[in-house]
């Protein structure tokens, strides 16, 4: 599978939201993520642990009571730019199967809580990563229907719309930074 994909810094969180329902977003989940990332030599390697909160005005609560695991392997070049990210989506079951059972060497561990917006079929991440601040990303899936091309131009209309809530762009993922 292939996603167009962005990152940058997140100023202004409030903004960002805003913005996104103006545009119709559609927020569909609120998830506490837990990515712990392996080393391996042809491709980036992460565990993501999910349990679903739920947002009030005292904070966060725990609404999830299963935990939620995949593993997902990727391919993508460190730009700050929009770029091509090939990756593929393991449940457990799957990923043993594929890639055996022994432990892989940890590299490190992001926790984060993430806000998922839909919009047009691109997902919208607002981020708060723990001890690095806040940040957005877009991931436009490429598609039969959706190719490479009109996956870059809604996520450059989508940079344009979020401009006045977004720092500087990011090249690398959160395990880099």
Do not use: C
Request: proline share 7%; aromatic share 10%; glycine share 4%.
């Amino acid at each position: 599978m292939q996603n167009i994909e962005y990152k940058a810094e997140l100023r202004d969180l409030p903004l960002a939201r805003t913005i996104a329902r103006s545009l119709g977003a559609q927020l569909a989940e609120t998830m506490q993520q837990t990515d712990t990332y392996y080393n391996v030599p042809d491709a980036r390697l992460k565990r993501r642990d999910i349990v679903w909160i739920e947002q009030a005005n005292y904070g966060q609560e725990l609404i999830g009571a299963d935990t939620l695991t995949e593993y997902i392997r990727y391919t993508r070049a460190d730009s700050a730019r929009p770029r091509v990210s090939d990756y593929a989506v393991y449940t457990p079951e799957q990923f043993h199967a594929r890639f055996g059972e022994s432990p892989l060497p940890v590299r490190t561990t992001v926790k984060k809580i993430r806000e998922l917006y839909l919009y047009k079929g691109v997902r919208i991440h607002l981020d708060r990563v723990e001890n690095l601040g806040a940040y957005l990303e877009f991931e436009a899936p490429v598609t039969p229907d959706r190719p490479e091309p009109e996956a870059r131009a809604l996520v450059a209309d989508l940079v344009e719309a979020f401009r006045p809530a977004l720092g500087e762009p990011i090249a690398k993922g959160y395990a880099d930074l």
